[in-house]
């Protein structure tokens, strides 16, 4: 536990060095502040007499959770290119560089090095979403005062997500150059959000064939499944036409995900994580 710990902090220590963590700082808080003057405006421009008598829905609520789902969106995405760059080269690249030679036979080892990595990468990441998401739901909540129904839920799911983005990108570092390893996470990010607009279509059409690729992509790539069950804890108490509107969602449709999906996640991370030891222990440094 102790060499897992110490090449987290290195790793940490690494990314400070290089300023990764203050680019990351400058570019969220401009997010942080564009988003905070559109939702201000949004919220200002609303006409409640003219939304409700065409469309029947609660404007405030359609307004708030719409722009809360962007948001959440684009935290995982910024979480996902967070782990991206702290991970992408970790294992190859480092290797390619004659980095890991003299860590992992004396004294660390395979796995204190994936295990240190890992936990630096998901550790940061993890608290930089759930940073963001509460600042962006605070930010909604101040200037519309419009609240998520569960507003815990939605937080934990990114979270989630990011961590399995950073195990995946860990696991590809091994087999993988650094450019190669982030064009390829950033494909799967990208898959997973072109299966989510493929399920919103599959509903709409009532088209079983999307709706199936939809499921499956999910299961193969949770990340998307957790981001979807993020968006229906955000209004999973509003009925009538406004739930049917909101549950469209932006990129991807709100779908309800459960404790097995829960489980799922769990069981995928351990996957992983035995891959990436496998394939390490099998690697010739």
């Known amino acids: 536990m102790s060499g897992t710990l110490t ?3 290195y790793a940490l220590r690494e990314s400070t060095r290089r300023r990764v963590f203050v680019v990351v700082l400058i570019l969220t808080a401009a997010f942080l502040v564009l988003y905070g003057v559109g939702t201000e405006a949004a919220f200002d421009s609303i006409d409640a ?5 065409v469309l029947n829905v609660d404007d405030q609520v359609l307004t708030g959770s719409t722009l809360l789902g962007l948001a959440m969106f684009t935290t995982l995405f910024l979480g996902c ?8 080269g970790a294992v190859r690249g480092d290797a ?6 003299p860590l992992v ?3 660390l080892g395979r796995t204190a090095l994936l295990g240190g990595r890992f936990v630096a990468a998901a ?19 101040a200037a519309g005062g419009w609240w998520p129904a569960d507003p815990v839920m939605p937080g934990l799911g990114l979270v989630a997500g990011v961590i399995l983005i950073a195990a995946l990108s860990l696991l590809g570092s091994i087999f993988l150059s650094a450019t190669a390893n982030g064009i390829a996470v950033f494909m799967a ?22 709706k199936n690729v939809a499921e499956v992509a999910s299961w193969l790539l949770p990340f998307e499944a957790l981001y979807q069950g993020g968006l229906n804890s955000l209004t999973e108490r509003v009925g009538g036409n406004t739930a049917l509107i909101v549950q469209l969602g932006p990129f991807g449709g709100a ?8 489980a799922w996640s769990a069981a995928y991370l351990a996957l992983l994580a035995g891959a990436a030891r496998a394939a390490f222990a099998r690697r010739d440094l």
Do not use: K
Not at 49 to 53: D, F, K, R, S
Not at 96 to 101: A, F, I, K, V, W
């Open 123 to 141: 550790g940061v990441c993890a608290v930089y979403v759930a940073a963001v998401y509460s600042a962006a739901t605070v930010i909604t909540g």
């Open 189 to 210: 990010f990208g898959a997973g959000l072109a299966a989510g607009l493929l399920g919103q279509i599959g509903d709409a059409l009532n088209v079983e064939t999307l």
């Open 7 to 9: 090449i987290a902090a």
């Open 255 to 262: 779908q309800e995900g459960g404790a097995l999906l829960w």
């Open 105 to 107: 036979v004396r004294p």
């Open 49 to 53: 007499e003219a939304a409700g008598a």
């Open 81 to 88: 290119v967070l782990a991206v760059f702290l991970t992408l």
């Open 96 to 101: 390619e560089r004659g980095l890991l030679q």
